[in-house]
């Protein structure tokens, strides 16, 4: 995760001359002064950081001056730099608008006219990605189910499980072990396909009203690096693109869904799209 990314592309292990670390990337108004402009934002260890733009195109790159990447074996430290990186991105968000967020522990290899011109050779690249995710935000729902209530309820309703309990009551013992085991693999299968179908109705009923949704590993990064535990009934969770005006109408959407028995979601945002960011690569 540690690099060192030159301008022209290239990548390298060890420190430079000069360098700048790179938080993202913002959309700027046409016809706004380019140059390098200090911004009210600390970043990594109190870091100033100021914003160089684009000299023939409107997007601009938050930077401070770093000659290599950050390294650390002490967990407690990476978490804080992790955290000091993603509350630039996230202030960066509030003054600029949708910013387009970079990989932690980015360096540029360069000084301030290096990333202007890293900027002009990539703005292409750079401007159709804001334009794919203009106005929108990144939110996350976390779906926990307790499966309880329906375990009950399919012992009683299910015809495979039904016919294994009958044969139970007129088994002997070696049998009735086999049968049980029978019995419980039945039921977590139940479970599992249960599990399958409320996913797949959180991700359908959100795609109405985002821009795009894809999956999430359960314990999601940001949750780490907070020191955040998610709920143990937790079975899936999902990232949205959407604009902040969608909120109120996922909001009922997520209302609707916590409806359903055993079921509860945690719905957080707006982020910056880190989850949908493109990955920028160096035309040089």
Not at 74 to 90: C, G, M, S
Not at 196 to 210: F, G, I, Y
Not at 272 to 284: K, L, M, R, S, V
Request: aromatic share 6%; with cysteine.
């Amino acid at each position: 995760m540690s690099e060192t990314a030159d301008s022209d592309g290239s990548t390298v292990g060890e420190t430079v001359d000069t360098g700048r670390y790179l938080y993202c990337l913002v959309d700027l108004d046409e016809g706004q002064d380019t140059g390098t402009v200090p911004v009210d934002i600390d970043g990594i260890e109190g870091e100033s950081v100021f914003l160089i733009t684009a000299r023939q195109a409107a997007v601009g790159a938050l930077v401070h001056e770093r000659q290599g990447p950050f390294d650390s074996t002490d967990l407690t430290k990476l978490r804080d730099w992790l955290l000091a990186h993603q509350q630039v991105v996230d202030a960066a968000g509030d003054r600029f608008g949708t910013p387009l967020p970079v990989q932690f522990d980015t360096v540029l290899d360069g000084d301030d006219e290096a990333v202007a011109a890293w900027l002009d050779r990539n703005s292409g690249q750079v401007t159709e990605a804001f334009g794919e995710l203009d106005g929108c935000w990144e939110y996350r729902v976390t779906l926990s189910w307790d499966p309880t209530g329906f375990e009950a309820e399919q012992r009683t309703t299910d015809a495979e499980l039904s016919s294994i309990d009958q044969r139970l009551d007129r088994s002997g013992t070696g049998t009735q072990f086999l049968l049980e085991k029978k019995y419980d693999q039945r039921l977590r299968e139940l479970v599992r396909q249960r599990e399958t179908a409320l996913k797949e109705m959180l991700v359908d009923r959100l795609s109405a009203d985002a821009r795009e949704v894809t999956e999430r590993p359960v314990q999601s990064d940001a949750a780490a690096s907070l020191g955040l535990e998610l709920d143990s009934d937790a079975i899936g969770q999902v990232a949205l693109l959407a604009p902040s005006t969608a909120e109120s109408a996922l909001g009922s959407t997520l209302d609707d869904i916590a409806d359903t028995p055993g079921v509860d979601v945690r719905f957080t945002g707006p982020w910056p799209p880190y989850t949908f960011a493109p990955e920028i690569t160096d035309d040089g």
